[in-house]
């Protein structure tokens, strides 16, 4: 049986959905919304789909996606959240912005619509669990430049932060992401140099880290907090191991924390949403779940 055959019969002829990854096995996203079709006693099915990043492979995805009626879409993450793009029908206008898909819905028409909700998960983790942060709190600086920092920007940037501050070790990464996210209302992307991480939280209401730097297996992420003030909120979207270095100096010294598991959570609503038709929130419970999962 191959990796379609298997989740047809573990759907049973339920509506269902799928994480699709190469490796798919390491993905939480099954225990998130398992959590979730359980909770709202839906009778459907989240599976995984291991898909080579092979072209072929993708179109093999998109042909399954179509001619299985039960099929309402997948998540995708890495290697193919930016290759799939060219063979769905429709990429959502965020998706586009972002230039990266993470959740396919199958319309009522059949074709497929590619979206991206990495940074609605982002502003809705933020919210939840740094109420007191609004746009208008002051500047935000952000570390990194790949291509969840691209979610990250563009999320901030719309939410109408006055002023982003961008770092990334590789500068003209940046640089490339300013000049692509600079809005035309006159606010501005402010590009510093790595070593000067530390001296550009001055005055900012919120630190975000998007680098894999204090991923486990990763090095540290070597940053002074001195200069950032103690009602800003830190936040690292780095979710093994939920507390990270960053976080646990950001927390002695009094400011707020955000771990990457609430972005994990909330950026799968959409998605739910779309495929089983129910809205969903997160949870203490959900959280305490997918943390178990996650060994954390
Ligand atoms: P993701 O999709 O998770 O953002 P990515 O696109 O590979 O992953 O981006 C990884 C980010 O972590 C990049 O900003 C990367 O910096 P470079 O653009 O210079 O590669 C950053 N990063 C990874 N290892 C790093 C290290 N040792 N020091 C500083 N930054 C690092």
Redesign the pocket.
Same mark, same amino acid.
């Given at each position: 049986m191959n990796a379609y055959e298997q989740l047809v019969a573990e759907a049973q002829g339920r509506p269902f959905a799928a994480i699709v990854a190469w490796p798919v096995e390491h993905s939480r996203s099954p225990a998130l919304h398992g959590f979730w079709l359980r909770q709202q006693r839906i009778d459907g099915h989240y599976g995984r789909l291991p898909v080579e990043p092979r072209r072929a492979a993708l179109e093999e995805l998109v042909a399954f996606l179509k001619r299985t009626p039960n099929a309402r879409g997948c998540n995708l993450t @890495?290697p193919h959240k930016i290759e799939i793009m060219p063979l769905l029908d429709r990429i959502d206008p965020v998706a586009k912005r972002i230039g990266a898909v993470n959740t396919v819905v199958k319309l009522p028409d059949g074709t497929l619509e590619g979206r991206n909700t990495d940074g609605f998960g982002f502003l809705e983790a933020l919210k939840y669990n740094a109420p007191h942060w609004t746009a208008a709190s002051g500047p935000v600086l952000v570390l !990194? /430049?790949? !291509? /969840? /920092?691209r979610a990250v920007v563009a999320s901030l940037i719309d939410e109408g932060v006055p002023e982003l501050r961008l770092v990334?070790? $590789?500068r003209q =990464?940046a640089v490339d992401l300013g000049v692509a996210f600079t809005p035309a209302d006159g606010r501005r992307i402010v590009v510093g140099s790595?070593h000067e991480r530390s001296e550009l939280l001055a005055g900012a209401a919120l630190l975000v880290n $998007?680098? =894999? @730097?204090g991923m486990k297996g990763?090095?540290a992420l070597d940053i002074d907090l001195a200069p950032l003030p103690r009602q800003a909120a830190v936040y690292d979207i780095v979710y093994v191991p939920l507390e990270t270095g960053l976080l646990a100096a950001a927390r002695a010294r009094g400011n707020r924390c955000v771990d990457g598991l609430g972005m994990l959570l909330h950026q799968g609503r959409p998605g739910f949403e779309a495929w089983f038709g129910r809205k969903v929130d997160v949870s203490v419970e959900q959280r305490r779940v997918v943390a178990a999962d996650l060994g954390a």
């Open positions: @890495l !990194g /430049a790949g !291509g /969840a /920092a990334n070790r $590789t =990464s790595w $998007t680098t =894999s @730097l990763q090095p």
